[in-house]
C-alpha cells in the first residue's frame, strides 16, 4: 500500500520537471507575463514579463500522479483524497480566473473583490458540506465537526460553525501563500516542506489507525481519521509536484505560480490539516505563511491607527529586501525558518501521540 505514495511523489516530480518548461514556451508564446507593482523592490521590476499561472503545471501533475498511483497499484480513490484534490482544484481555478484577468485582460487588480470572494466562498462551502458527509464503516466522515490540533478534542462545534471554521482555515491559509508568494521560490519550497510532513503524518496515523486497533501495542493513542494513507498519496504527490515545479521556480525565475498557483496550495494545505485532524496544527506547521501574513495584518493596523508603519515594506520578505538582503538571502533563511516551523510541529505531533501511550 505504501507503493502509493512513492509512485505519487515521484510522478508528480517528474511531470512538472518535463511539463514546467513547456508551459513556460506556451505562456511566452501567448504572451502571459507576470504584472509588477511600480511600488515594489526596484529589483523586481527586470521579472516584468516573466510567463505567471504556473500553478496549473503542478496543479495537473498532482492530479495525474494521484491517479496514475491509483492505475498502477489498483488501490481505489477516498472520499477523503478525492475532497481535497477537488478544494485544490476549486481554488486554482478561481486564481487563473484572476490571472487571466490581469494578464489577458489587462486589468491589474484581476477579478473584482467580491467576485473572488464569492468564488473561494462556493469553492469552500461546497468542500466543508461534503467533508461532512460519505461515513465509513466506522462511522468516519472525512472531516469532523469537532476541532483539532493533532487530533480531534473537546466537544462538537456542529455543522454550521464547522463550515464557518472550515472557510476560514481555507481564506486564511490561500491569502497566507498568496503573500508568500513574493520572491522566487520561496512560496513553493516552503510548501513543499510543508507537505511533506502531510505525507508523514498520514503514513503515521494509517498505522497507528483506531482500524488497527486489535494489532496495536497501546489502542488508546489511535487515530480517528477516515482515510489517512490517500492523504498521505495526496501530500506526496503535492510534495514531488512542487519539488519539480522549484527547479524552474527558483532564482532567476523562469516561471511564476501565480494566483492560480497560491490559492491552490493554500486549498491543499487546508484541505489536508481538515482531513487529518490537524487543523490548529497547520498553523505551525506553515508558520512561515502565518509569519508573513500577521506581517501585513501588523503592518495596516499600525498604518491605520497610528499612521506609522511598522516594517518598511510588507509582506515581511518585502523589508528584509529593501534593507538590503539580497533576494537569494531571503530566501535561503526563511525556507530555514519554514523547516524549523515543520520540526517543531512534527514534534508536536510525536508528543501528542506518546504522552498517550
Not at 149 to 176: E, T
Request: glycine share 12%.
Amino acid at each position: 500500500m505504501m507503493k502509493q505514495i512513492l509512485f505519487a511523489g515521484v510522478i508528480g516530480l517528474f511531470l512538472t520537471l518535463i511539463g514546467t518548461p513547456l508551459l513556460i514556451k506556451l505562456l511566452a508564446r501567448k504572451g502571459y507575463g507576470q504584472y509588477i507593482r511600480d511600488d515594489g523592490p526596484r529589483e523586481h521590476h527586470a521579472k516584468r514579463g516573466t510567463p505567471t499561472m504556473g500553478g496549473i503545471a503542478f496543479i495537473l501533475a498532482t492530479i495525474i500522479a494521484y491517479f496514475m498511483s491509483k492505475v498502477i497499484t489498483g488501490y481505489p480513490p477516498t472520499f477523503s483524497g478525492l475532497l481535497v484534490l477537488g478544494l485544490m482544484g476549486g481554488m486554482g481555478l478561481v486564481g487563473f480566473l484572476d490571472d487571466y484577468i490581469k494578464i489577458v485582460k489587462r486589468r491589474s487588480l484581476g477579478l473584482r473583490a467580491k467576485a473572488k470572494m464569492a468564488g473561494q466562498l462556493t469553492v469552500g462551502i461546497a468542500f466543508a458540506v461534503l467533508a461532512l458527509q460519505f461515513a465509513d464503516n466506522r462511522g468516519n466522515t472525512p472531516a469532523s465537526t469537532k476541532l483539532s490540533f493533532v487530533q480531534d478534542f473537546g466537544w462538537s462545534i456542529g455543522p454550521v460553525l464547522f463550515v464557518v471554521w472550515a472557510l476560514f482555515m481555507i481564506l486564511a491559509m490561500s491569502n497566507g501563500v498568496n503573500l508568500t508568494d513574493g520572491l522566487d521560490g520561496l512560496a513553493t519550497g516552503a510548501a513543499t516542506m510543508v507537505f511533506g510532513a502531510y505525507t508523514f503524518i498520514g503514513v503515521w496515523q494509517f498505522q497507528e489507525s483506531c482500524a488497527n486497533a486489535q494489532t496495536l501495542t497501546n489502542p488508546a493513542a489511535c487515530y480517528e481519521v477516515r482515510d489517512p494513507l490517500d492523504l498521505a498519496v495526496v501530500a506526496s504527490a503535492l510534495m514531488g509536484a512542487c519539488f519539480g515545479f522549484l527547479w524552474w521556480n527558483t532564482s532567476p525565475a523562469k516561471i511564476f505560480m501565480g494566483d492560480t498557483g497560491s490559492l491552490a496550495l493554500g486549498g491543499a494545505l487546508a484541505g489536508l490539516a481538515i482531513c487529518s485532524r490537524t487543523e490548529i496544527l497547520v498553523a505551525l506547521l506553515g508558520g512561515l505563511f502565518v509569519l508573513i501574513t500577521m506581517s501585513v495584518v501588523i503592518q495596516v493596523g499600525s498604518f491605520k491607527m497610528t499612521g506609522k508603519r511598522v516594517f518598511r515594506m510588507a509582506p515581511l520578505q518585502h523589508h528584509f529586501e529593501l534593507k538590503g538582503w539580497s533576494e537569494v538571502l531571503v530566501v535561503v533563511r526563511f525556507w530555514i525558518i519554514q523547516g524549523m516551523c515543520v520540526i517543531v510541529g512534527l514534534g508536536l505531533f510525536y508528543a501528542g501521540w506518546a504522552a498517550k501511550k
